[in-house]
């Protein structure tokens, strides 16, 4: 799996792509878009409690079905600031997309490899055959304790691999944010000279 830092940055990136210039409310959409894309990692909790962290790792909370049913409920029952039910969906549903996407770029050296990422239409672990990150190294096994996790997390190799995650997802995000901010200002000009030529013509 990629670390939270390479989920924060894509949860960043999502907020940013969803502003529009005029309209610079970010807050409540950053802290929407990082948690989303950081919270599948969250199935360590449980495990944790168990002294066994990974115990509950990479499974359903990895999956386009619990993306959805998380996102809707949170849309429905938060109420955030400027943010109607269908924009806290929408940023939620595809903050959580991008953790999932960036999981299956990741190696993962522990069975079932990958993630059910159709779930519940599918069962099936499924896994890019093409890795882009190095991948962050945590437990060897389901039955790993939580020092063993911790001794296995701490160290040179996971220091590297949110290296390589900084370098890769921050350009692409950045490029991303930028396309989108450009288009969006191209149409927008398209549009008010569109206005103006509309007004000129009803003057006339
Ligand atoms: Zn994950």
């Given at each position: ?42 199935d ?48 939620g ?55 063993d ?41 398209i549009r ?11 003057m006339?």
């Amino acid at each position: 799996m990629p670390s939270p830092v390479g989920h924060t940055i894509a949860g960043l990136a999502v907020a940013l792509i969803s502003q529009k210039r005029k309209n610079r409310r970010y807050i409540f959409p950053i802290i929407l878009c990082v948690f989303f894309a950081t919270v599948p990692d969250f199935d360590f909790i449980p495990g944790l409690l168990m002294n066994r962290p990974a115990l509950f790792h990479g499974d359903l909370t990895h999956s386009i079905g619990f993306a959805f049913v998380i996102s809707a409920v949170a849309a429905v029952s938060l109420r955030l600031k400027g943010l109607s039910i269908l924009s806290t969906f929408t940023l939620g549903f595809t903050s959580y997309l991008t953790h999932l996407l960036l999981d299956l770029f990741n190696p993962d050296g522990r069975p079932p490899y990958g993630i059910p990422l159709l779930w519940p239409i599918s069962e099936t672990y499924y896994l890019s055959p093409w890795t882009m990150f190095t991948g962050v190294q945590h437990a060897s096994s389901t039955s790993t304790t939580t020092l063993d996790f911790l001794r296995q997390v701490i160290t040179f190799h996971n220091i590297k691999a949110i290296g390589v995650e900084i370098l890769l997802v921050t350009p692409i995000s950045i490029l991303i944010i930028w396309l989108r901010h450009k288009y969006a200002s191209k149409a927008g000009k398209i549009r008010s000279e569109g206005v103006w030529k509309e007004n000129r013509a009803k003057m006339q």
